[in-house]
């Protein structure tokens, strides 16, 4: 990753934390149900406020740590064995992606740009594609 594209994923991040995250994630999950409505029962388990703490807890931990990638990313594994037991499958991180960059968008108003847009977009990506790397091998192991 860029080292702009992670300082400015990091400054455009501190002004979205300022927001109530039931509020963050209310947005993030409304839009996510709307795109891929078939994932809603992945979430029936746990409240969406609670749903909506433990999503941006996380994203403000990896966002810290974006800059040494590398010291989280067993955790970033461990995180797609769960996502693996949920039921996630790689066509399901397009719409995550898709409603987190909407709700970013939302979040951030007039900070909101191009430059942004893209820098969230490789940062994304390259987590996503770590994640479905992850998941895709512990599928492999499943059927051996």
Do not use: C
Request: charged share 25%; hydrophobic share 40%.
């Amino acid at each position: 990753m860029k080292t702009n594209n992670i300082d400015l994923v990091k400054q455009t991040w501190s002004l979205v934390a300022q927001i109530e995250m039931e509020t963050v994630g209310g947005l993030f999950y409304n839009r996510l149900f709307e795109l891929m409505p078939e994932v809603k029962p992945m979430f029936s388990k746990t409240p969406l406020p609670e749903q909506s703490k433990k999503l941006l807890t996380m994203l403000s931990y990896v966002i810290s740590k974006l800059d040494k990638l590398d010291e989280i990313m067993d955790e970033v594994a461990k995180l797609a064995q769960r996502h693996t037991k949920y039921g996630v499958k790689d066509e399901h991180y397009a719409a995550v992606g898709t409603a987190l960059l909407w709700t970013l968008e939302k979040g951030l108003g007039d900070q909101w740009n191009d430059s942004v847009r893209l820098a969230w977009t490789e940062v994304y990506t390259t987590l996503a594609n770590a994640m479905m790397e992850v998941q895709q091998e512990e599928a492999g192991r499943l059927r051996a």
